[in-house]
């Protein structure tokens, strides 16, 4: 069965960093592109950040670029999101998820506020 | 920037009704490769999103064969018949053509 298990989420101030983690099972996760995908409260979805298979490409909208960065362990078959420069509209639960949607995690509430 | 605009916002629909969902996009979402990465969501109420359609029209595996997807280039249409309460949710449309990636705004279909 594949799991997805996003963690590392939480309250943070702005201007602050905060580092997500997805642990991967149940699929061979070194052969799919990964992604990001955010939820602000009682809004659709926005795609937040793409790693390739082996990590050499990564892809971002303008909302998070230079601020956010993803990347990825094949070893351990884990993903991760480190933000920094939190902002009060970086508020959203947070989704990992394989290639294009096919799988997701339950997601993760990060909260950006003083 | 691709936009992807989704009508309607929402939907009343009884059970056992037929509806359909458009998804137009502001270019083409053929791919190089001649794909078209034009794929369908729903995201029930307090649940992860779940993809019921991949590439226009391919179903995923366990969805019922009342979802089917159709169109090409920047016009794409989701129908569901026969409506079933577990259908109920939001439906989004999401092009991984083009970077960035990006989700038509989400219709939601609510019980009448």
């Known amino acids: 069965e594949v799991q997805l298990v996003e963690s590392g989420g939480g309250l943070v101030q702005p201007g602050r960093s905060l580092k997500l983690s997805c642990a991967a099972s149940?699929?061979?996760?070194?052969?799919?592109?990964m992604a990001w995908v955010r939820q602000a409260p009682k809004k659709g979805l926005e795609w937040v950040a793409t790693?390739?298979?082996?990590?050499?490409?990564?892809y971002y909208p303008d909302s998070v670029k230079g601020r956010f960065t993803i990347s990825r362990d094949n070893a351990k078959s884990s993903l991760y999101l480190q933000m920094n420069s939190l902002k009060s509209e970086d508020t959203a639960t947070y989704y990992c998820?394989?290639?294009?949607?096919?799988?997701w995690g339950q997601g993760v509430m990060v909260t950006v506020s003083s | 920037d691709v936009v992807m605009t989704q009508t309607p916002p929402s939907l009343s629909v009884a059970i056992g009704q037929s509806v359909s969902i458009s998804c137009k996009s502001s270019?083409?979402?053929?791919?190089?490769?001649?794909?078209?990465?034009l794929h369908w969501l729903l995201q029930s109420s307090g649940r992860s999103p779940k993809r019921l359609i991949y590439?226009?029209?391919n179903l995923d595996s366990g969805v019922p064969d009342r979802f089917s997807g159709t169109g090409s280039q920047k016009d794409f249409t989701l129908k569901i018949s026969r409506v079933e309460a577990k259908d109920l949710g939001v439906y989004y449309c999401?092009?991984?053509?083009?970077?960035?990636?990006?989700f038509g705004g989400g219709t939601k279909l609510e019980l009448k």
């Open positions: 790693i390739s298979t082996s990590g050499s490409r990564t």
């Open positions: 999401a092009q991984t053509t083009h970077f960035p990636w990006t």
């Open positions: 270019q083409s979402l053929v791919y190089s490769d001649g794909k078209t990465y």
């Open positions: 590439q226009v029209s």
């Open positions: 149940g699929f061979t996760f070194s052969n799919y592109y």
């Open positions: 998820a394989t290639g294009t949607y096919y799988h």
